[in-house]
């Protein structure tokens, strides 16, 4: 799991997913059909007077519901056709069959859609489309040279059930009133719940040459839960989630996935088109073109969209939604509306979007999480130059006095497109009056140490991570830790952590304390950083084990193959500053004493005048500088954590490291040079695949355990930036140079496997290459004063070597998304196979949380 943003939402669909709720009600549920076809229709409004509604499935089925007993008829609405009432009876189940007729019968043309065979040659359905994709560069935004634009945003979290076993709880019962506020009319008869709500509004600007977006945020309002749940975090989650709907893209990204979009360039490959209808709606002729996924597995889209006859070939409006046997996790439903609208230059302008995603654990289980997000856009003006000082500066400007929600109602009321119901507008205050509650902090104190690993020690500090209080390992023998963290409620310029740890068999005390100032005095991980970090650590650590975003004496890493015997103790102390700047540039400058100890089977010796000798530690003392550029980079921003999300723009990171002799007992001089790239490419239908290239060059002699340990594994899970079926300490190299590639097929074999589809796995290959060497005055091959490489204690054979001319290769094909959390990799080994304690074939597990 990433981060305690992402355990709430999943805690949350798991807490949700029991329980049930009754009312007396007025049930309708009926099918929508062609007057003249008889064909289902798609997406017809239905609805009651003043009172939301639901639309109709692609088999033309609706169910709606209602608390009002005095609805007492029910509408039918969609463009192109006549708007019909029909009565119903109050309080009551019913069923309410209905076709609609076309709203003028001699300027319309019904066109039914031939069935049989499917066939792209000699489509009228396929011609039509392909006009739409070569028409979509002029028909996009940045066909204008200015742009500008008013934009409001509205995101939404509901529950779809009433909890009814959790709020028997005696931790809840003082806090039951926020499952009072009760909307049944807005999704298909079912009860949402809302717990979340965030507003937006923003003016907009966009110039072609130079090309340059501009975002100023006029006004943010959200919930907020309080300290226990980060409100930052959770937008940036969502933000994610829910990116901004463009149709004219060949891909729309959605849950962190690509889904290809109908009109993509390739979209004729991997769809279906059936033309339904020439239609006229407001004096303005239009295609009614109904679409589907060839393969209902892909991540495609189903549903229909309307095309402007007027040799632009816009889209008018298009509804979608995705089939039930997608191959995407946690998502019941997804469905996405767009209104456009007629510019003053006769071309199509998005004026509403609307997405909604149902997530539940399971498709058919009672209760779930709807989140939906509503864009509106207003004013919008076209070839409007403005000044060069509105371009200027950061992409996006929020001044501190329109967040936090500091602007008064009468603004909101002022500028929101559309209104707030009562339902949604009741939830600030339901918020505000819940984190008030003793109860709710008792509740949520145990939902974070669950959920998260920490729990709350009084307001200023954490407890934890609960999952590395106990471990063990050869050295230590059984391993005990107690440790945490502050919160901002302490300083928020100021965030301390700490922790004690016992080993039982070496009978030694290991320590760490930190202390962090953020220049900011806002988050110390907050936009943009500006913190210096001081720390020291008195530790045990295997050479080479890199991990990410978890522990190193995590209780589950504690199992680990083959000969586990290479350790040191470290004495670390450091001192950090970090600085970032406009367009993703940040730099880091650093110093670093640090003592290694050898334990276990490492021993430091070298020979001199014929004598072994030991050396008992090795001590150096580092000035670094490192530079990293990502542009466009986002992240999950939490109070004490960043973790960044993975998009297709390259992260560049430059470090270099320089070893001073005889400052702070500092033994060698050195210089080390690296340099990562990394970067996602999307391959729509296809997949995406990580590439990450790494280099490195030590200048200057010195000995092996300052040499580059190369990232190995020997731990059971799949680590992604290490080598799997490397062992500790193997490999050393002062020059390098390495790829790793990861390609992830989402399901695009499997899906067009019988029987196998139905399970929903997800195919991935990896491949990871590494070149390296040892220059002769650091190699203890070739110079016998160097500090000899570690040997097997037993039979005194070599345990650590140099790569020579064949590359480190290794291997492995996997199968993930097994039961929505694990995946599973065999992995092979392809060189150095005579070396001992090695294997060639090994199996590796990761679990993870995804869409």
């Known amino acids: 799991m990433k981060n305690f943003t992402q355990a709430i939402l999943y805690g949350l669909i798991i807490i949700i997913t029991t329980g049930s709720v009754s009312y007396s009600q007025t049930i309708v549920k009926g099918v929508v059909r062609d007057a003249v076809s008889k064909e289902p229709l798609q997406s017809v409004s239905v609805y009651v007077q ?83 994709i070569a028409n979509k560069d002029k028909n996009r935004i940045s066909s ?31 806090f039951t009133f926020v499952f009072d506020n009760v909307d049944t009319s807005k999704l298909e008869g079912k009860y949402l719940l809302p717990v979340y709500l965030a507003e937006k509004l923003s003016q907009k600007y966009y110039r072609k040459n130079p090309e340059k977006q501009k975002t100023y945020v006029l006004g943010e309002k959200q919930v907020n839960y309080g300290d226990f749940l980060d409100n930052n975090g959770i937008k940036s989650y969502l933000n994610r989630l829910y990116e901004d709907v463009d149709i004219y893209q060949n891909n729309i990204a959605l849950l962190t996935n690509q889904f290809l979009s109908p009109i993509a360039d390739l979209a004729p490959t991997f769809y279906r088109f059936y033309i339904t209808d020439t239609v006229e709606n407001d004096g303005i002729k239009l295609i009614r073109l109904s679409f589907a996924p060839k393969n209902p597995t892909d991540l495609l889209f ?29 998502v019941r439903d997804l469905q996405i509306k767009q209104d456009f609208e007629k510019g003053p230059d006769g071309r199509y302008h998005v004026i509403s979007t609307n997405t909604a995603t149902e997530f539940a654990l399971a498709k058919n289980s009672g209760g779930g999480i709807v989140g939906e997000r509503t864009v509106s856009f207003k004013n919008f003006t076209i070839n409007k130059p403005e000044a060069e000082s509105v371009y200027a500066g950061a992409p996006v400007v929020s001044d501190i006095s329109v967040n936090n929600n500091s602007l008064s109602d009468t603004f909101w009321i002022a500028h929101r497109h559309p209104q707030l119901t009562d339902v949604e507008a009741k939830v600030y205050k339901n918020i505000d009056s ?42 230590e023998g059984f391993r005990l830790r107690a440790g945490g963290r502050s919160t901002p409620n302490f300083n928020k310029s100021l965030y301390f952590e700490n922790y004690l740890a016992y080993g039982f068999k070496d009978e030694k005390l290991k320590y ?27 530790d045990t650590k295997i050479p080479g084990q890199e991990l990410q975003f978890v522990q190193e004496d995590n209780f589950f890493l504690s199992f680990k193959r083959g000969n586990n015997d290479k350790w040191l103790y470290n004495n670390i102390f450091k001192a950090e500053y970090v600085r970032e700047f406009a367009k993703n540039w940040s730099v ?25 000798n030991n050396i008992p530690d090795v001590t150096t003392s580092e000035l670094s500088a490192e530079i990293r550029w990502a542009p466009h980079e986002q992240f999950y921003q939490g109070k004490v954590y960043r973790i960044p999300i993975i998009n297709k723009y390259p992260i560049f990171k430059l470090r270099y490291i320089a070893g001073i002799k005889g400052l702070a007992k500092g033994e060698y001089n050195y210089h080390n040079l690296n340099l990562n790239i990394a970067k996602r490419f999307y391959l729509s239908q296809f997949g995406y695949t990580d590439v990450a290239v790494e280099g490195g060059y030590i200048f200057g002699k010195v000995p092996f355990p300052l040499l580059t340990i190369h990232r190995a594994n020997q731990t059971y899970s799949y680590q992604l930036n290490s080598y799997n079926m490397m062992n500790f300490m193997e490999f050393v190299s002062d020059h390098f140079a390495g790829v790793n590639v990861d390609h992830y097929f989402n399901g695009f074999f499997f899906n067009k496997i019988p029987l196998i589809k139905r399970l929903k796995l997800r195919e991935v290959i990896t491949g990871k290459i590494l070149y390296g ?6 190699n203890p091959v070739s110079n016998s004063a160097a500090i000899k490489f570690p040997t097997d204690a037993e039979s005194g054979a070599a345990d650590t070597y140099t790569l020579g001319s064949t590359p480190y290769v290794e291997v492995s094909a996997g199968i993930a998304n097994i039961f929505k959390l694990v995946r599973v990799d065999v992995v092979k080994r392809l060189t150095y196979l005579n070396h001992p304690e090695v294997s060639q074939w090994g199996i590796r597990t990761r679990f993870k949380f995804d869409f």
């Open 50 to 132: 003043d009172g939301k509604g639901v639309t109709t499935k692609e088999d033309g089925s609706y169910i709606y519901a209602t608390n009002n007993s005095a609805a007492k008829s029910i509408k039918f609405s969609y463009v192109g056709y006549k708007t019909i009432t029909k009565a119903i009876v109050p309080n009551q189940e019913q069923t309410l069959d209905v076709e609609l007729a076309v709203t003028d019968a001699k300027n319309s043309v019904t066109v039914k859609s031939k069935r049989g065979k499917y066939s792209n040659k000699n489509n009228p359905a396929v011609d039509l489309i392909r006009k739409v």
């Open 144 to 174: 204008y040279d200015f742009v500008e634009y008013e934009q409001y945003e509205k995101m939404e979290l509901s529950l779809t059930n009433k909890p009814e076993k959790l709020l028997k709880n005696k931790l809840v019962k003082n």
């Open 302 to 330: 189903k549903g229909i969209m309307f095309i402007t006859l007027d040799g632009n070939y816009s889209i008018q409006k298009i509804n979608m939604s995705i089939s039930k046997h997608a191959n995407l996790n946690w």
């Open 434 to 475: 819940l984190q008030n509650l003793k109860s709710y902090k008792r509740f949520m104190d145990i939902a974070t140490l669950v959920l998260a690993g920490y729990k709350q020690a009084g307001p200023n500090y954490e407890v934890g991570p609960v999952s590395a209080f106990y471990s063990f390992n050869p050295v």
């Open 512 to 538: 760490f304390l930190s202390g962090t100032y953020s220049f900011n005095h806002e988050s110390v991980y907050g936009y943009p950083l500006n913190f210096l970090r001081l720390s020291y650590q008195y």
């Open 588 to 612: 880091t400058a650093g110093f670093k004493n640090w003592k290694q100890t050898p334990a276990g089977s490492i021993v430091y010796e070298k020979v001199s005048e014929g004598h072994i």
């Open 773 to 778: 060497g040892v220059r002769n005055e650091n």
